[in-house]
Antibody, heavy 123, light 107 residues
Framework: EVQLVESGGGLVQPGGSLSLSCAASGFTFSDHYMDWVRQAPGKGLEWVGRIRNKASSFTTQYAASVKGRFTISRDDSKSSLLLQMNSLITEDTAVYYC??????????????WGQGALVTVSS | DIQMTQSPSSVSASVGDRVTITCRASQSINSWLAWYQQKPGKAPKLLIYTASSLQSGVPSRFSGSGSGTDFTLTISSLQPEDFATYYCQQSKSFPLTFGGGTKVEIK
C-alpha cells in the first residue's frame, strides 16, 4: 500500500524557517518524481514545486511565489522527501501536501497524496 | 502561466442528479488535464487523468471529456459520498496550475 506521511509542521514567526518531511512507503520511491502542493485555509490548491528522480538528474522546479526561499530535496536511501522553507511570510500559511507524480501520455497527475502538514506563519 | 477557470464555483444538487462541472484553460493544454475530488480535512483524490481516463478504483459514474481549452467532469448519478469540492489541474506547462474548485453541495 502506497503511503505518504508528512511531518514537521507547526507555528513559525515571519522571517523564520521550517522544514517538512514526507516519508514514503509501499512503492519504489527512487523511481518517481515528487511534488509539494499547498492549500491556504479555505482556499484552493497551489503547486509549490517538484523534484525529479536520479534518471532526470534530481532537477527541481518551483512556483514563482516560493522560488529562492524554498528548497526541495530527497533522500532515496530513506525514501524521504524534504521541503526546506526559509524567509517565511504570512501568505505561506497553508496545509502542505507531498504528492507522487505520475507521467502518462506526457501528462502529470498526482495519484497519491499525504495527509498534509499545517504550517502557520504568524507573530 | 496557464489560468484554469472552473464553473460553477458551487452547485446544489440532489442524490441521483446528473452534475456537470466545467474547466477552461487560458490556452490549449491538449488533453493534459486531471480532475480531483477533495473532502473537508482530507487530501485530494485523483479521479480522471488525461482529460477522460478513469483512475483505477474510481466509480464509473465519473467521466471526463474535452481537449484543447474546454473540459467537463460529469457525475452521472450523484451519490451521498460525492458531496465534495472538485478541482481541475493542467500539466501542459510549469507552473502546474489548478482551477479554483467547484463545491458540490446537498440541495
Amino acid at each position: 500500500e502506497v503511503q505518504l506521511v508528512e511531518s514537521g509542521g507547526g507555528l513559525v514567526q515571519p522571517g523564520g524557517s521550517l522544514s517538512l518531511s514526507c516519508a514514503a512507503s509501499g512503492f519504489t520511491f527512487s523511481d518517481h518524481y515528487m511534488d509539494w502542493v499547498r492549500q491556504a485555509p479555505g482556499k484552493g490548491l497551489e503547486w509549490v514545486g517538484r523534484i525529479r528522480n536520479k534518471a532526470s538528474s534530481f532537477t527541481t522546479q518551483y512556483a514563482a511565489s516560493v522560488k529562492g526561499r524554498f528548497t526541495i530535496s530527497r533522500d532515496d536511501s530513506k525514501s524521504s522527501l524534504l521541503l526546506q522553507m526559509n524567509s517565511l511570510i504570512t501568505e505561506d500559511t497553508a496545509v502542505y501536501y507531498c504528492a507522487r507524480a505520475i507521467l502518462r501520455a506526457g501528462a502529470t497527475t498526482f495519484d497519491f497524496w499525504g495527509q498534509g502538514a499545517l504550517v502557520t506563519v504568524s507573530s | 502561466d496557464i489560468q484554469m477557470t472552473q464553473s460553477p464555483s458551487s452547485v446544489s444538487a440532489s442524490v441521483g442528479d446528473r452534475v456537470t462541472i466545467t474547466c477552461r484553460a487560458s490556452q490549449s493544454i491538449n488533453s493534459w488535464l486531471a480532475w480531483y475530488q477533495q473532502k473537508p480535512g482530507k487530501a485530494p483524490k485523483l479521479l480522471i487523468y488525461t482529460a477522460s481516463s478513469l483512475q483505477s478504483g474510481v466509480p464509473s459514474r465519473f467521466s471526463g471529456s474535452g481537449s484543447g481549452t474546454d473540459f467537463t467532469l460529469t457525475i452521472s448519478s450523484l451519490q451521498p459520498e460525492d458531496f465534495a469540492t472538485y478541482y481541475c489541474q493542467q500539466s501542459k506547462s510549469f507552473p502546474l496550475t489548478f482551477g479554483g474548485g467547484t463545491k458540490v453541495e446537498i440541495k
